[in-house]
């Protein structure tokens, strides 16, 4: 929604700020904050430069997903190619193209922007920038020496269907396929 005078009535004004974590991926600060009706509050945020997600199709209608160990669930979770916008990184794009590549070996002739995701917005400002990558094309993978996964070619339908059936849990992940179904119209 577009950030206008008829949401006034429902912003918060910072009054100050306590650093209280500058870590390598996110940051975590404590803001004291003027509510609407005069009254004072605290907010506890995560700070995140951002980051990117690739629902990433095939000529053959099949996304192209990872199979990814998450430590804060001790689980292995189906997610689409993701990364986060390096520091002072400006153009999320760029970074869709780099993690595309890096996570799958795959590079795409068309990339189309489909939205803005924000997983958690009462804690945390990490935007999440949603692409639709198509024209795939095959290559080698560049993995980050902390990163493992497998990649997986799954069809659309099935991967909606996993969606549905509780397999897919990953929010950036359901919501980006999601979109792109009604997109697409598949």
Not at 17 to 36: A, C, M, N, Q, S
Not at 51 to 57: E, H, M, P
Not at 167 to 179: F, M, R, V, W, Y
Request: charged share 30%.
């Amino acid at each position: 929604m577009p950030k206008n005078n008829i949401y006034e009535k429902l912003k918060e004004t910072q009054i100050s700020r306590e650093e209280i974590y500058d870590g390598v991926i996110i940051h975590f600060v404590k803001d004291t904050v003027k509510l609407p009706n005069g009254s004072i509050s605290k907010r506890e945020v995560a700070l995140h430069n951002g980051a990117v997600c690739i629902v990433a199709l095939t000529d053959d209608n099949e996304i192209i997903m990872e199979r990814q160990y998450r430590y804060p669930f001790d689980d292995v979770i189906w997610e689409i190619p993701a990364g986060k916008l390096d520091k002072n990184e400006s153009d999320p794009l760029d970074a869709a193209k780099r993690e595309l590549k890096e996570e799958t070996g795959y590079t795409a002739k068309n990339y189309r922007f489909i939205g803005e995701y924000y997983g958690s917005p009462a804690i945390l400002r990490e935007k999440i920038y949603m692409y639709l990558a198509t024209g795939l094309k095959e290559g080698e993978q560049k993995l980050d020496e902390d990163e493992f996964l497998d990649v997986v070619k799954i069809p659309f339908s099935e991967a909606v269907k996993m969606i549905a059936d509780n397999e897919i849990p990953d929010g950036k992940t359901q919501t980006a396929i999601l979109k792109a179904k009604l997109i697409l119209g598949l």
